[in-house]
């Protein structure tokens, strides 16, 4: 079967774009018709200690754990305990959100569609990546803490993605199964998967080996960062860890309509259960599409796409330092599953660089090239100086973002702070590196490898608007 992979290319591929990406370190699945065609690891597992990245070392895979948990929610769909559109309340009486009219009307099927009307996790949400909350009842608090939150829209009128929905899905796991969500997902779906290089937690097993998170430095260079392991957004993606290997054994029973042992064993969803996991449920906004820009829709964990006219199944996950992102062809029978110790736009690039090579076509995207000889005209910077917000609802500027001078260098360098530091971790900075007089890429907490763009006029008022990362940003005045 490795023959019909071309592995010169993929390899050279790869390290192009971890050169360019400054990556520490990737591990690679890829299966074709039921088999593994190859799997491999890429650069290092820890920048300090060299220790090598394999396909066997875990990372926390963020937001592709979205798809394991409405697997979880379609299982107990099959046992008569919900259907998607029972209004959350039915399972969750004490829920509600700001809007009480909402809070009754809001169904589990909004919850996992991203149509609940939530607003995406803020960036600087102390309870979501940043907190170590490991008790028991961390997802019945986190669900009790929405209690004040507003709505962008009523449940169903458009769509954004927000991590909190999938918080609640977790939570009605916990209350129908009577298990806490981890405990039901090793029974039910990680367990009868065969995935033993998947824990929740790197204690959960001797043998587990988890890469080091890293996050990137004012040059764009790695540096060793810290882990998101709270609980209470386990169900959305911030504590699975999961190797490439298990990724591919999970990807091979997708491509199998979740059927167990290479397709011939028991199956983890019935087909018509199978169906509705993949149906496009909602339309994705141009804002969440990310830097492909194309028309996608999401259905229950799994975006709906086309690459270079291939229909595609994926997601990315994010933690901040650490990510993954899958990709299929059902079609082709081919999947792609990219782990790896950092976050940058460079994953999910390979991930897609990889399918396209496996079809026998050529890479679409590439990671920016900075050229550290450029010499911008940095007079125009201080007009950059200042505050922003996006003119739309989604989860990448999700407040107001001040640019600024880095203080700690003397060449005007620009930066954004995101997230508040604290004893154990430094705060969170994106580094605007430039590619153009007003074109950066962006290197730092978990915006590595995007483009922010700006454009500045020359009314009296000397308006700054800008893209960032695909979303529309004006100065505010």
Known sequence: MAERIPIGEIDGFIGEQMRLGRMPGIALSVVRDGEVALERGYGVADVVTREPMTERTGVVIGSTTKALTCTAVMQLAERGLLTLDDPIRRHLPLFRVADARASERMTVRHAITHTAGLPPSAADNPFFLFSDDDADDALERYVASLAATPLLWQPGASWTYANDGFVIAGRIVEVLSGLPYENYMRRNVLGPLGLADTAFSPDERAALTVATPHDYDADGQPYPSFRAHNRASAAAGAQLIMSARDAGRWLRAVLDHTRLDGGSGERLLSEESYAELLRPQATISPAGRGLNGADAWYALGWTVATLDGVPT????????????????????????????????????????????????????????????????????????????????PQNKVTGVWTIAPDPDRADGRLRVRTYPGDSRRRPGDIFMLPLSDTRFALFGRGRTGGIADFELTTDAGGSVRGVWEGVPIVKES
């Open 313 to 392: 199944l994926g997601h990315g996950g994010a933690t901040i330092t650490m990510g993954s992102q899958f990709i299929l062809a059902p079609d082709h029978r081919l999947a792609v599953a990219v782990v790896s110790n950092s976050v940058t736009e460079a994953t999910s690039i390979i991930a897609e660089g990889v399918l396209s090579l496996a079809l026998g076509r050529p890479p679409r995207r590439s990671f920016p090239r900075v050229d550290p000889s450029f010499r911008p005209d940095r007079s125009l910077w201080p007009r950059l100086a200042g505050a922003y917000h996006a003119l739309v």
